[in-house]
């Protein structure tokens, strides 16, 4: 038997049909896909969720590219100028991150108007502007009296600016609104402890780390009364205590033999500072 094959025109034929099929389909789905492509870059929520994903991995750069494409979209909305200024500042750009803020100012709604304030202190603090910040909590505290946050946020503004008492204050009337805040209570003991109370800051300290801890607090509130521990366990040259506390605070082997290292000249300075008070110098 005999079995015939195609001729030579009608193989070419098919050939030449399939390729071009496939191309017609390709051709629809990339369209589909530039559509699609086109579409996420003209929606906001689109950036502000890529953003959000490498916020999530520490990624910074990429964060705020798409942080602020999604502000450029949609200028002055304080839902996504907050993360943009966040990862602005993690950047280093402060500047630039201050004046995302000053532009959702307007728009912001009286919650918003607290959180961009608060933002914003921060990051008028990293920029050693602290008396700016104050200038910035002060008239926000006046509309938002019971807010803890802020009374927290205005005391480490004073802190920074050397206002001890001030600081304190705030500290206490953040305490007076939240008993259990526990930033509150963790910036009054360090700054008792910096003020020459450091054996009353020692015990505040160790009460509030147990109480944390029984209130199921973040590891990062748990991390920080660790830090503020150790730097007063150095303050009263209790310096294995200090490395302990160190390595419950800190992040990698570099960060507590950098911190051991300041723990150690701070507990030195005090005894130069004990030493010029008992000679009056």
């Known amino acids: ?31 589909q ?29 990429t964060a705020a590219a798409f942080y602020g494409r999604a502000v450029a979209l949609r200028p002055g909305q304080p839902d996504y100028v907050g993360p943009y200024a966040e990862a602005l500042m993690h950047q280093g750009r402060t500047n630039e991150a201050i004046e995302a803020i000053h532009g959702a100012e307007a ?5 918003e108007r607290v959180r961009l304030a608060l933002l914003l202190a921060q990051l008028l ?30 005391g480490i503004s004073y802190e920074i600016s050397g206002d001890a008492q001030g600081a304190r204050q705030s500290y206490r009337d953040a305490l007076r609104i939240d008993p259990n805040n526990i930033a509150a209570a ?35 509130s748990l991390s920080t009364i660790d830090g503020n ?8 040259g209790k310096l ?5 506390s160190a390595r419950s605070a800190a992040l990698s082997s570099e960060q507590i033999q950098q911190n051991m290292r300041f723990y150690t000249l701070l507990h030195a300075a005090q005894g130069v500072d004990a030493a010029s008070s008992a000679t009056g110098g």
């Open 1 to 31: 038997m005999r079995v015939s094959f195609p001729s030579r025109a009608v193989f070419l034929a098919f050939a030449l049909t399939v390729p071009l099929a496939g191309c017609v389909s390709n051709a629809s789905h990339n369209t």
């Open 33 to 61: 896909d530039v559509a699609r492509e086109r579409q996420a870059a003209r929606n906001p929520e689109t950036m502000m969720k890529v953003g959000d994903s490498a916020r999530a991995r520490g990624d910074w750069t």
């Open 107 to 111: 728009n912001a709604t009286p919650a």
């Open 125 to 154: 603090n990293t920029a050693q502007r602290s008396q700016e910040a104050i200038g910035v909590l002060l008239p926000v505290i006046q509309q938002n009296p019971n807010s803890a946050p802020l009374r927290v946020a205005l």
């Open 186 to 220: 963790n910036d009054l003991a360090l700054s008792e402890a910096l003020g020459g109370q450091p054996h009353q800051a020692l015990n505040e300290l160790l009460a509030l780390r147990t109480q944390a801890v029984e209130r199921g607090a973040s590891a990062a």
């Open 229 to 236: 521990l150790a730097i007063v366990y150095a303050l009263e």
């Open 240 to 244: 294995s205590d200090a490395r302990q």
